[in-house]
């Protein structure tokens, strides 16, 4: 707590530079002014904020989102949103854990696509009508033409394949409690990388 809250206080950001931090003891009375060092002076913010913006542009005609900027010297300092697949089997997974689910594909990146197979014909799927239309998750219609096939599981590792080749996104989430889709995962990793 300042004793003399009337004072009025210079605050100065600045780079270290002798001779300028006498002239502003010099120009104010002491007890009004606070130097605070800066990293970076005027000339080069404007300077990286300029490369910032054109870097900025450059990714987005890239369809890459600009998701934060750093000033960490050393580090990147452009880091994008990735573009993540969502592709739910829902014969096999509950749509209760889908909420906490998706908000936890958001810390990875942005679900451009949110996909749900299964046959939604059947009363099997009633508990997902919520779910399709509070998380805009797109359900995808897989007949069950017979008892014990594996039909949305084909489906959905199809969608995955084509969606893959498009090149457009920099992950997949598969979300299913069933072990068929073990080999998929892999797969989309060494294409993903090539």
């Not at 002798?18 to 060092?37: E, K, T, Y």
């Not at 942005?110 to 014909?121: E, I, M, S």
Request: with cysteine.
């Amino acid at each position: 707590m300042d004793p003399h809250p009337d004072r009025v206080v210079v605050w100065v950001h600045c780079k270290p530079e002798s001779a300028l931090d006498d002239a502003l003891r010099q120009a104010i009375p002491p007890g009004h002014l606070c130097l605070r060092d800066a990293q970076y002076s005027a000339v080069e913010l404007d300077t990286w904020l300029h490369e910032v913006r054109a870097d900025i542009d450059y990714w987005a005609t890239r369809q890459i989102v600009i998701n934060t900027v750093g000033t960490q010297p050393g580090r990147d300092c452009v880091e994008s949103i990735a573009r993540l697949a969502v592709l739910i089997d829902a014969d096999n997974a509950q749509p209760g854990l889908i909420a906490p689910l998706l908000a936890e594909v958001a810390k990875y990146g942005t679900a451009h696509v949110k996909r749900a197979y299964g046959d939604w014909t059947g009363t099997g799927l009633r508990g997902w009508k919520e779910q399709l239309l509070a998380q805009s998750i797109q359900p995808m219609q897989q007949f069950a033409y017979t008892t014990g096939k594996n039909a949305t599981d084909a489906a959905l590792t199809i969608d995955a394949m084509d969606l893959l080749y498009t090149n457009r996104f920099d992950g997949f989430c598969i979300v299913s409690s069933d072990s068929d889709f073990a080999r998929l995962g892999p797969v989309l990793s060494i294409m993903e990388a090539r």
